[in-house]
């Protein structure tokens, strides 16, 4: 059904475009005229500060809230795509999921795959396999509840990538992966496995886009950054365009600077050493 629909669209670009995108919350408008585009095989990093309205925007991208302008993907306007449409083209990895009834991690990985692999070994092997791509085996049977925050958050990834697991389907267009914050609970080395997955995703032809915490991490892994302040648009462009001191100081209203590294490593963005 999804390939019809596809299939009917006209004039279809492996692209996520936002144009002219405001989003509002009762009265107050959140997300304010922001406009840029990404698209698959690369990754694009969402940064700014707290309360910028990063995950405002990643819910109108990914159609859980209502917007103004225009946000397509694959050509298509989110805002009018069903459920089991968005579904088949994009995954989401909200930034805190709350379970409360009781499932264990299998059941919950499960949830990303769709009732027409129902079949049970299939199921069986690709929990196993989405569980092992996050670090996870053999954690199954465990109760999902009682794992920390960090494994938690992996095994929502690993849900998210059984419902996308091909980041280019041969008949089909590229899936996206929307990630808000993915690695805020995990430890360092956690989330540069994590980031290597998503980095290694968007280069097998898949679309990624995450909201980003830590500076040094979208540094290393991002291909665009959007940075947002007050809802807005700060800038847009290339990793290295973007990652600037100056640029990057304005947007959080703190003095940061860029340290080199000797032997052609990547520069470290810390906080400006007032001391
Ligand atoms: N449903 C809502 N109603 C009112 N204000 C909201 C709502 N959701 C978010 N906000 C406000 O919008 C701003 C942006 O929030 P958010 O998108 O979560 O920012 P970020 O993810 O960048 O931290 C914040 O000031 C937040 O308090
Ligand atoms: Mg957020």
């Known amino acids: 059904m999804l390939h019809r629909t596809i299939e009917n669209g006209t004039a279809l670009a492996p692209d996520l475009v936002v144009e002219q995108v405001s989003v509002s919350a009762g009265k107050t408008r959140i997300v304010q005229d922001l406009s840029f585009h990404a698209k698959a095989g690369e990754v694009l990093a969402i940064i700014g500060p707290s309360g910028s309205g990063k995950t405002t925007l990643m819910k109108a991208m990914t159609g859980e809230l209502p917007y103004s302008g225009g946000i397509t993907l694959a050509g298509l306007e989110v805002g009018g795509l069903s459920p089991e449409v968005l579904a088949a083209m994009r995954g989401v990895l909200p930034q805190a999921s709350q379970i409360s009834f009781p499932l264990n991690v299998a059941e919950v990985v499960g949830l990303g795959l769709t009732s027409s692999r129902r079949e049970r070994t299939f199921r069986a092997r690709r929990i196993a396999e989405a569980l092992a ?18 494994e938690q958050q992996r095994v929502q990834l ?33 989330q540069v496995q994590i980031m290597q997955l998503a980095a290694d995703y968007a280069k097998r032809g898949g679309g990624v886009v995450a909201v980003m915490h830590d500076l040094n991490l979208t540094a290393a ?15 847009f462009g290339a990793r290295d365009e973007v990652m600037q001191a100056e640029l990057l100081s304005k947007a959080y209203d703190f003095p940061l600077e860029i340290l080199t590294r000797p032997g052609g490593r990547r520069p470290v963005i810390v906080p400006m050493d007032n001391g």
């Open 221 to 235: 892994f991002a291909d665009q950054v959007l940075v947002m302040q007050g809802g807005r648009r700060l800038a």
């Open 158 to 190: 690993a849900r998210v990538l059984c419902q996308v697991w091909d980041p280019l389907p041969q008949e089909g267009l590229p899936h996206w992966l929307f990630l808000d914050e993915p690695v805020s609970s995990l430890d360092i080395k956690h």
């Open 133 to 150: 791509k996050v670090g996870l085996s053999g954690f199954e049977g465990r109760s999902y509840q009682e794992l920390s925050g960090g």
